[in-house]
């Protein structure tokens, strides 16, 4: 199974919105409303942002919102901060014998 | 609240075995909600998914890797392992273990991840 497709980088300067797509196909992301999302700052683990397309885990505040349209999820940052800059990755449950996989991630940088 | 601590060597030479340990701390690895993973992420590169344990016994594994892989689980230490064998210089990476929740099919849970390089 492909990994799912996200675009290398995005930006946006403090206080505005970017939106980072996530593109897979009717076996994953299409099939299933488990999609989930994952911030990594540098040289730190993966926090979950996002899960099960729309749902925001306790203390993840607000700004951040999920999406999906077919086969394709996304993930909106509003309000942009300074400490959103790190990398994203979106994962989806596929139901076969690769269990999740993951887009290559999307570096946001707030300018 | 859980937390998960990785351990293990960070170098391996090549085509040796890389045994890697996940304890877990503030909960319980017999719990029915979670399926124990490994996940990996090369220098500079994405995620990849490895290979779930469930406290019962059954696993999964990525088929592109299974027939290098074992993944097994220790309730009475609270801990799961997984054993990758024959390992080149492509299975250098940060590992990662982490907990599947059933209840939401998600990663909620992450260790601090463990650097492993394989070299001579």
């Known amino acids: 199974q492909s990994a799912l497709t996200q675009p290398p980088s995005v930006s946006g300067p403090p206080g505005q919105s970017v939106t980072i797509s996530c593109t897979g196909t009717?076996?994953?992301?299409?099939?299933?409303?488990?999609v989930s999302w994952y911030q990594q700052p540098p040289g730190t683990a993966p926090k979950l942002m996002i899960y099960d397309v729309t749902n925001r885990p306790s203390g993840v505040p607000d700004r951040f919102s999920g999406s999906k349209s077919g086969n394709t999820a996304s993930l909106t940052i509003s309000g942009l901060q300074a400490e959103d800059e790190a990398d994203y990755y979106c994962?989806?449950?596929?139901?076969?014998?690769?269990?999740?996989?993951f887009g290559g991630g999307t570096k946001l940088t707030v300018l | 609240q859980v937390q998960l601590q990785e351990s293990g060597p960070g170098l391996v030479e090549p085509s040796e075995t890389l045994s890697l340990t996940c304890t877990v701390a503030?909960?319980?690895?017999?719990?029915?909600?979670?399926?124990w993973s490994w996940i990996r992420q090369p220098p500079g590169k994405g995620l990849e998914w490895l290979a779930y344990v469930y406290y019962l016994g059954s696993t999964d594994y990525n088929p592109s890797l299974k027939s290098r892989l074992t993944i097994s689980v220790d309730t009475s230490k609270n801990q799961f392992s997984l054993n990758l064998r024959s390992v080149t210089a492509a299975d250098s990476a940060v590992y990662y273990c982490?907990?599947?929740?059933?209840?939401?099919?998600?990663?909620?849970?992450w260790g601090q991840g463990t650097t492993v390089t394989v070299s001579s």
């Open positions: 503030g909960g319980s690895v017999s719990s029915a909600f979670y399926y």
């Open positions: 994962g989806s449950y596929t139901g076969s014998s690769t269990f999740v996989i």
């Open positions: 009717s076996s994953d992301v299409g099939s299933y409303n488990r």
């Open positions: 982490a907990g599947w929740n059933l209840r939401d099919d998600t990663l909620d849970i």
